[in-house]
């Protein structure tokens, strides 16, 4: 049984936002949780380079020697440097947006993917990418950065920041079948947009814990 879980964040909010999930619904699972703002924001500010693949696989490897038998990354921006640590450790890791984007490679036709940040963009769309290649379906995705919206939740604005987002989803929804949220940081908006715009509208975090909780249970 699958009784470790190792967490690692690169926002300091989703630590809160998922320690106390997990210790509701997941209380037979030893859950632990590691965070380094600065491998985000190093890829805001610089992008990808060989010294964050670094240290995303340096992240990936201290949770093994801590005894995860499950690695979870909730960092989005992080997806292609995740490829090379999975070639690393020894245990399973879980992408966040995994189980979306296999979720939308389901279902096919032409996607919105909203970002708040460009770090975001290239790694969202080669993730939906693969898992559209896996089950054989065809997404076509037009992407759209936000990038004031995430200046302003990083100035403590969080209104406008949904205001931007939800004006920037308004625009988009006309032009696909249904829209993905590509940031955890935006996830709460899901229902609201959905309900305004009248298509779905995905978003990682509650997918994700359902996920880990079915592998979980899976294994017992």
């Known amino acids: 049984m699958t009784q470790r879980i190792a967490f690692i ?20 699972a030893d859950c632990f949780h590691m965070l380094d703002e600065s491998v985000l924001q190093d890829l805001i500010r610089h992008g990808s380079s060989p010294g964050i693949t670094r240290r995303v696989c340096t992240l990936a490897m201290q949770a093994q020697d801590a005894g ?3 690695i979870v990354f909730t960092c989005s921006s992080t997806s292609p440097a995740i490829d090379v640590a999975r070639t690393l ?37 080669q993730l939906m990418a693969a898992h559209a290649s896996l089950a054989g379906t065809a997404v076509e995705a037009e992407s759209l950065l936000c ?19 939800s004006e920037a989803a308004q625009g988009l929804a006309g032009r696909v079948d249904r829209l993905v949220l590509a940031q955890a940081s935006l996830a709460h908006l899901a229902e609201p947009l959905a309900l305004r715009l009248g298509k779905p509208v995905l978003s990682s975090p509650e997918l994700m814990v359902r996920d880990v909780i079915a592998r979980v249970r899976a294994s017992a």
Not at 109 to 119: D, E, H, N, P
Not at 147 to 165: I, M, N, P, Q, Y
Request: aromatic fraction near 6%; hydrophobic fraction near 45%; glycine fraction near 6%.
């Open 68 to 70: 995860a038998e499950l």
């Open 147 to 165: 990038s004031a919206a995430f200046e302003a939740l990083t100035a403590g604005r969080r209104d406008e920041h949904d205001r931007l987002v």
């Open 9 to 28: 964040h690169t926002v300091a909010m989703l630590v809160e936002r998922f320690r106390p999930r997990f210790q509701a619904e997941l209380p037979e």
């Open 89 to 125: 450790v020894t245990v399973p890791i879980l992408k966040i947006d995994d189980p979306m984007y296999a979720e939308v490679a389901r279902a096919g036709g032409r996607v919105g993917l909203i970002c708040t940040t460009a770090s975001t963009v290239e790694p969202s769309r």
